[in-house]
Nanobody
Framework: QVQLEEFGGGSVETGGSLRLSCVASRYSVKEKYMGWVRQATVKEREGVAVLFDDSSTTYADSVKGRFTVSRDNVQNTLYLEMNNLKPEDSAVYYC??????????????????YGRGTQVTVSS
């Protein structure tokens, strides 16, 4: 069974940075499309970033230029580098694997597998 475990969430002030990690088990991060989604309180889950097997990427407009998704094939780990964080970035962030589809602008994304999530809180 595929397992995804996130690390690196926490609390930062506006303008701060965090790096999320996602360690995959029974799944190769280099062979499939992977990504990150997030869900804020009283909001629907939304896509954040997708990393394709050819290393191309796509991001939600709200995070472009601030977030970077990458992977380490040796460590079998997916990362999300988040810079210049804003209060509206506060959410539970989920690692996701085996991408199926996203609506325009990554407003909604569907993956086959998700981790349990890690909380990111940005204070103003």
């Amino acid at each position: 069974q595929v397992q995804l475990e996130e690390f690196g969430g926490g609390s930062v002030e506006t303008g701060g940075s965090l790096r999320l990690s996602c360690v995959a088990s029974r799944y190769s991060v280099k062979e499939k499309y992977m990504g990150w989604v997030r869900q804020a309180t009283v909001k629907e889950r939304e896509g954040v970033a997708v990393l394709f097997d050819d290393s191309s990427t796509t991001y939600a407009d709200s995070v472009k230029g601030r977030f970077t998704v990458s992977r380490d094939n040796v460590q079998n780990t997916l990362y999300l580098e988040m810079n210049n964080l804003k209060p509206e970035d506060s959410a539970v962030y989920y690692c996701a694997a085996d991408w199926r589809s996203c609506t325009e602008g990554l407003r909604s994304c569907d993956f086959a597998y998700y981790g349990r999530g890690t909380q990111v809180t940005v204070s103003s």
